[in-house]
């Protein structure tokens, strides 16, 4: 059932992490393969992977992406990070999601939550002006909703993946999210989100880190501020910003 399940990890500065996301999935998605798309300089092994494709040091994540949908020869893509905590709950949550998308011919993608954060809702735009998200109200019974926007963890026809790549102009980071999303929605591609959907990260360790990771990390404005460059917009809302008057 889960053969028909790629797991493609992007990876880089956080080795100790992803040899334990690596060990979680070995042990309880064996049936899945697994493809890491790693760009920096401390691992370079596919002994714990199907596929290990080395890139670049310092690729753009979006890139990374693209290459890592460009190694599946399944029919569904499941995207991680490499902190994720593949246990056997983790396995139920893969096997939901892949029952979802076998029942809803007409859905493109199945998304769920990280750590039990509800991320998930609408983008509405003024043209020029902003792009706003609304965060979705899940109801108390489990369910599915229709989203133009969820977390960075779902499951996806590879198709579509392969349709709607990630935007590789963007980067090194930030950004990359909310402009994929709009992508999907403006090819009208079906979003369906469950908050009963969920995986959990490692606990927080800098042990497993690379020196140089926060540094890294801290770079995400730079991809942002291209994001709003490609889509002429002033201001970017998330879910909890209120709308404010830009003159």
């Excluded at 500065?13 to 393969?33: D, F, H, M, T, V």
């Excluded at 989203?147 to 198709?159: G, K």
């Excluded at 591609?189 to 990771?213: C, H």
Aim: charged share 25%.
């Amino acid at each position: 059932m889960l053969s028909n399940v790629t797991i493609v990890i992007t990876a880089g500065g956080r080795p100790g992490y992803l040899k334990q996301a690596l060990s979680g999935a070995i042990i309880n998605l064996a049936e899945c393969k697994t493809v890491v798309v790693n760009d920096d300089m401390f691992l370079h092994t596919n002994s714990w992977s199907n596929v290990w494709k080395q890139m670049p040091n310092d690729t753009f994540l979006t890139k990374k992406r693209n290459e890592g949908v460009k190694l599946v020869d399944t029919k569904y893509t499941l995207l991680a990070a490499d902190d994720f905590n593949f246990d056997i709950e983790a396995r139920i949550t893969v096997v939901a999601m892949m029952t979802v998308l076998d029942r809803h011919e007409s859905a493109d993608i199945v998304a769920g939550t990280v750590n039990g954060r509800h991320y998930a809702g609408y983008l509405s735009e003024l043209p020029g002006a902003y792009i706003k998200e609304t965060r979705v109200i899940a109801a108390a019974l489990p369910t599915l909703h229709a989203v133009d926007i969820a977390a960075n963890f779902f499951l996806a026809r590879t198709e579509v993946l392969r349709e709607v790549p990630w935007d590789e102009n963007i980067g090194p980071i930030g950004g990359e999210h909310a402009d994929w999303f709009l992508d999907l929605k403006a090819a009208n591609k079906n979003v369906l989100w469950s908050p009963q959907l969920n995986i959990n990260e490692q606990p927080k360790d800098r042990t497993k880190e690379a020196p140089d990771y926060r540094e890294r990390r801290a770079r995400a404005p730079i991809g942002h501020e291209l994001f709003l460059k490609k889509r002429g917009i002033k201001r970017y809302y998330g879910f909890d910003e209120e709308v404010q008057e830009i003159k």
